[in-house]
């Protein structure tokens, strides 16, 4: 997926986080200044920013930062300070040090240790000064569920540049060629079932769905059964569940139908390039993925199976700002603002409703017109409204869940109950910290 990579994601968003000092607050005083520089200073702030990215994804970037700055010539001047590879790693360093940037990406899954360190800025001032001047400054405006970590203890410390629903991208060829329907919004796991495997021919090594030892997450599964991980306070897991084993049993039942490839033959290899090699019928990928470069077929998509319940995986990414900043912070807030506005208009899904409702209008330069296809926008934007994130991801969570829950069931080594039990059992121990 665009937003990560399967074999990476657990090591990106699972990263350690280190110490900082206590929490930070700012109110949004036009002289609001730790260093007692004046706002009316004539020379404009320069306001660092640190963005991950590979080379085309930063190129772009900078061409929206360019345009920024060049509407705010005598204000502020924003410096991107691209980090391609061991992101996080460098933030905490630097962070450690006090020479982090103004202005940072978070992973959703680090926001709360951020949070509770005190690194990041109090927002709620200036949200309340700015939010009738810029529709990103006002959490109203955002989807309900991109907001899951921004908030803590009551405050914002954060707002979200992207929030991507888990989509089910499906072979239309390979569904007329078995005469099935086409999947639909309200269609069901029973049905999911049943077209896959129709559509799996194990000894030409053409299955009806990839599931792999980390991707798709199994907590859309778990979710879309009515299943929770955590209890409401979050100090218990709930995965041991009744309602969560279905989830898990999902799993299970795709091993046991043999829809999916043996876990050895997605060894060292792309797996959504299975799909768009025609190898795979259904592969459920991030909203902005694409699979536009598809082999021989026109990739479609359809919402994710229907449980007791509609439920997707969202992925969230956050942009903050150092609650250290030297700067006058009501300048950089002005210069996130800017950046939030620019990015909502860049990336696939906006987490601002407004900005969502014109995704036809977002360029995405792979795609037929440079546009999101029409077909696929109904799909995604009601994909945003039941989308969610995990709650909580504590240290060796995704580690947890390939080692007692993906490896096991999609090997055949135990049940989905004992799975589940087990899953609990080590993550109650790392929600305490043992």
């Known amino acids: 997926m665009k937003f990560a990579s399967k074999a990476s994601l657990a090591v990106v968003i699972s990263s350690s986080m280190v110490a900082v000092t ?8 036009a002289n609001n200044n730790s260093n007692g520089t004046s706002s009316a200073s004539k ?38 300070i691209n980090v391609p590879s061991k992101y996080s790693q460098k933030l905490n360093t630097e962070l450690a040090a006090g020479t982090a940037t103004d202005i940072f990406y978070v992973n959703n899954d680090n926001l709360p240790k951020y949070e509770k360190n005190g690194t990041l ?18 959490p109203s405006n955002y989807y309900k569920s991109s907001l899951l970590n921004a908030k803590y203890n009551g405050h914002y410390y954060s707002l979200p540049w992207i929030a991507q629903p888990v989509v089910m991208y499906y072979n239309p060829k390979m569904f007329q ?4 329907p086409m999947p639909k919004a309200g269609w069901t796991w029973s049905q999911f ?12 090594h053409i299955y009806g769905f990839l599931q792999s030892n980390g991707w798709p997450p199994v907590e859309m599964y778990v979710w879309s059964q009515g299943g929770h991980f955590y209890n409401q306070g979050l100090t218990k897991s709930s995965l041991s569940q009744p309602a969560a084993v279905k989830g898990i049993q ?3 039942q795709m091993r046991k139908d043999q829809v999916i490839p043996p876990l050895a033959q997605l060894a060292n290899v792309n797996i959504e390039s299975l799909y768009r090699q025609g190898r795979v019928a259904m592969f459920a990928g991030g ?77 995405v330069p792979d795609a037929p017109g440079g546009h999101t296809p029409q077909d696929r926008i109904p799909v995604i934007l009601q994909s945003m409204k039941y989308a969610r994130a995990p709650r ?30 087990k899953a609990a059992k080590a993550l109650d121990k790392a929600i305490q910290g043992k």
């Open 177 to 180: 060629a078995h005469n099935l």
């Open 250 to 252: 999902l799993l299970a």
């Open 193 to 204: 079932f049943h077209d896959a495997k129709v559509l799996t021919n194990a000894k030409k």
């Open 43 to 80: 020379k404009p702030v320069t306001v660092t920013f640190m963005s991950w990215g590979g080379a085309q994804e930063n190129k772009q970037l900078l061409g929206l930062i360019k345009k920024i700055n060049q509407q705010h010539q005598g204000q502020f001047q924003i410096k991107d």
């Open 22 to 29: 206590a929490c930070g607050n700012g109110s949004a005083g």
């Open 287 to 363: 909203a902005a993925d694409g699979n536009y470069n598809s082999q021989g077929f026109t990739a479609k998509i359809a919402p994710m199976p229907k449980g007791s319940q509609n439920a997707t995986f969202l992925y969230l990414a956050n942009l903050a700002i150092n609650a250290h900043t030297k700067k006058n912070k009501d300048v950089v807030f002005q210069a996130y603002a800017a950046l939030l506005k620019a990015i909502n208009h860049w990336k696939v899904v906006p987490p601002v409703k407004q900005y969502a409702k014109n995704l036809s209008q977002i360029s």
């Open 392 to 421: 909580l991801t504590p240290t060796n969570y995704y580690t947890i869940l390939s080692n007692d829950i993906y490896q096991p069931i999609l090997s055949g080594s135990t049940t989905p109950q004992k799975a589940a039990q």
């Open 121 to 138: 800025l109090n927002l709620d001032s200036y949200l309340a000064k700015y939010k009738s001047k810029y529709i990103v400054a006002n």
